[in-house]
């Protein structure tokens, strides 16, 4: 955890550091530092090696926090809503699938905004219905730690990663659905959760990703690979701004992620 040139070592007052304890979050000098799976720790948080930590409750999140988790479901929200597939099963909203909806022969014909507008349809009540409440409940968990602009630059870089999952797999098969982007967020939540000293296994995210893995490989008509595609895909970007932030180059996370977003979109025009 980086800070500020002007803090001290909280047990040596006259030097000043850029270095906190990963698990306390107190600066420390070289002397301080104990090396640890999950970053520097201090003396008395490195003798308690049987402490279990778990993330904070987000129940007190406001608004104000996840602009960015809001702005999405609230276009996922209208998009469906516009496309008329309002019963559970689906069905209609024909022509709005047919302009956005992600389809290889069509994205191979320059329909290129497909590669992010399927992300964005949903084709029936319950579809949309799972995907916006994992993605509240990520957004409320990842938004406020990542940042608003980092949240949505891995959202992003996860839905054309799905998008090219898909039609590395199905480049014949009409693909809509956040799922890709959302099993992105999972595994920029999983990279996120360990950066920060908590124990991935407790705090519920392998359970998560687990399931849903599972759940794709079982149920009828899932795009097994724009699920797989976005998880690579957000791990990825999650572990991009990591780098980014141990070796302290913000932008290095940024490029890193859209280098990827231009490779997932040259890789799906590759394949089809």
């Known amino acids: 955890m980086a800070t500020t040139a002007q803090d001290v070592c909280y047990?040596?007052?006259?030097?000043?550091?850029?270095?906190?304890?990963?698990?306390?979050?107190?600066?420390?000098?070289?002397?301080?530092?104990?090396?640890?799976?999950?970053g520097m720790r201090c003396p008395e948080c490195s003798r308690q090696?049987?402490?279990?930590?778990?993330?904070p409750a987000t129940s007190a999140v406001?608004?104000?926090?996840?602009?960015?988790?809001?702005?999405?479901?609230?276009?996922?929200?209208?998009?469906?809503?516009?496309?008329?597939?309002m019963s559970?099963?689906?069905?209609g909203g024909d022509a709005?699938?047919?302009?956005?909806?992600?389809?290889?022969?069509?994205?191979?014909?320059?329909?290129?905004w497909r590669l992010v507008t399927g992300g964005f349809l949903h084709g029936g009540f319950l579809h949309i219905a799972f995907n916006m409440y994992l993605l509240w409940i990520l957004g409320r968990e990842l938004e406020p730690v990542m940042g608003s602009v980092r949240f949505a630059v891995v959202y992003l870089t996860a839905l054309l990663g799905g998008s090219f999952g898909a039609l590395l797999l199905e480049p014949l098969a009409v693909t809509v659905g956040a799922s890709g982007a959302v099993f992105?967020?999972?595994?920029?939540?999983?990279?996120?959760?360990?950066?920060?000293?908590?124990?991935?296994?407790?705090?519920?995210?392998m359970a998560l990703i687990g399931l849903n893995l599972v759940l794709s490989f079982?149920?009828?008509?899932?795009?097994?690979g724009g699920h797989v595609g976005g998880l690579l895909a957000g791990l990825a970007a999650g572990l991009?701004?990591?780098?980014?932030?141990?070796?302290?180059?913000?932008?290095?996370?940024?490029?890193?992620?859209?280098?990827?977003s231009a490779g997932c979109v040259a890789a799906s025009f590759a394949v089809i």
């Open 11 to 38: 047990r040596h007052p006259g030097r000043e550091t850029r270095v906190a304890c990963s698990s306390c979050g107190r600066p420390i000098c070289p002397d301080c530092m104990t090396p640890s799976p999950v």
């Open 184 to 205: 992105g967020l999972m595994g920029a939540t999983l990279v996120e959760i360990h950066r920060r000293g908590f124990d991935p296994l407790r705090s519920g995210i």
């Open 96 to 112: 709005l699938f047919r302009e956005l909806a992600l389809w290889g022969p069509a994205v191979e014909q320059g329909d290129w």
């Open 88 to 91: 559970f099963g689906g069905g």
């Open 49 to 55: 090696t049987t402490q279990v930590r778990r993330l």
């Open 62 to 85: 406001g608004a104000e926090a996840i602009p960015v988790t809001i702005a999405l479901i609230v276009v996922n929200v209208i998009l469906f809503l516009a496309s008329g597939r």
């Open 240 to 260: 991009l701004f990591r780098v980014a932030d141990e070796r302290r180059v913000p932008l290095l996370g940024y490029v890193g992620c859209g280098l990827l």
């Open 218 to 224: 079982v149920l009828p008509n899932i795009s097994i």
